[in-house]
């Protein structure tokens, strides 16, 4: 007859108990893009206020990223659930949770790059000035006591802010810089005369004086504090399986044309999109 001492008998029973507790382990296991595809809902973050990515029209959300989106969607094979915030709300409400991931334009940065998991670019987003109509400087050392505006915790804030303390140190700074809940907010204000220039990404901008020429006009490049200069969209770090499978539609779609299709036909040109060399050396 088998015997057990004391000692054999207390972990036999913590084993039991602990494996009682975990009947289903392997639903622990499930990832996120398991998950979707068993429930048939993806649900994605999306700042519908930045044109022509992600925008509304008719009540309905639009744009270049909205179409790449719809693609995705498609592949998966599921019902889409998309929620419209501020863009303050976006990256926080991923990491904690809130949707599966974040399906509007992130800009790629090293401190980022860190915390989520960047999927393929879709596009560039060289930052640039953008003034009034006659009002243009040639380079960025010209925004020197000018009044500049950009988003409130984008990727351009800090690009403006490095860009404010190179001035300084160069013997003069920006007047002030103003930052806004929305880059909208901040055409608003630029068109008003409340502020002399908007840093934002290019192809933002490009549309926009495309759009309105009598209003506003590019300035110049701005590369105080840049190293990186991609748009994509990103997933929890440990969702890379997830992050994969987006970067895998995006890749398929530049490869076959539909891509460049559609940022010729929601920026008026074509963005080439690299396989490699897109993210900081440290990246998830």
């Known amino acids: 007859m088998l015997t057990l001492d004391r000692r054999q008998f207390g972990r036999l029973a913590v084993g039991t108990a602990l494996a009682a507790l975990l009947p289903g382990r392997a639903a622990f296991a499930e990832t996120t893009l398991e998950a979707i595809r068993k429930k048939g809902v993806v649900t994605v973050g999306t700042e519908a206020a930045f044109p022509p990515f992600e925008f509304v029209k008719d009540g309905?959300?639009?744009?270049?990223?909205?179409d790449i989106l719809a693609v995705v969607v498609e592949e998966l094979g599921v019902k889409l659930n998309q929620l419209d915030l501020p863009w303050q709300g976006i990256l926080p409400g991923v990491l904690a949770g809130k949707f599966d991931f974040v399906a509007t334009t992130v800009a790629i940065n090293e401190e980022r790059a860190k915390r989520y998991a960047y999927t393929m670019p879709i596009a560039n987003g060289q930052p640039y000035a953008m003034m009034r109509k006659g009002d243009a400087i040639k380079s960025e050392d010209d925004l020197k006591g000018k009044v500049v505006g950009t988003q409130l915790a984008s990727s351009t804030e800090p690009i403006a802010r490095a860009l404010d303390d190179k001035l300084k140190a160069d013997g003069e700074?920006?007047?002030?810089?103003?930052?806004?809940?929305?880059?909208?907010e901040s055409y608003v204000a630029l068109a008003n005369g409340e502020i002399d220039a908007v840093?934002?990404?290019?192809?933002?901008?490009?549309?926009?004086?495309?759009?309105?020429?009598?209003?506003?006009?590019?300035?110049c490049p701005i590369t105080a504090g840049v190293k990186w200069t991609y748009l994509a969209w990103c997933?929890?770090?440990?969702?890379?399986?997830?992050?994969?499978?987006?970067?895998g539609v995006i890749r398929k779609m530049r490869d076959d044309g539909r891509l460049y299709?559609?940022?010729?036909?929601?920026?008026?040109?074509?963005?080439?999109?690299?396989?490699t060399g897109y993210l900081p050396p440290d990246a998830v």
């Open 261 to 275: 299709e559609l940022q010729e036909k929601w920026f008026g040109f074509k963005m080439e999109i690299p396989d």
């Open 173 to 184: 700074g920006f007047a002030d810089l103003k930052l806004y809940t929305a880059f909208t």
């Open 60 to 66: 309905k959300i639009v744009g270049y990223g909205s």
């Open 235 to 247: 997933t929890r770090p440990e969702d890379t399986d997830l992050r994969d499978f987006i970067s």
């Open 199 to 219: 840093i934002q990404s290019l192809p933002s901008l490009a549309v926009l004086v495309k759009e309105k020429p009598d209003t506003f006009e590019l300035a």
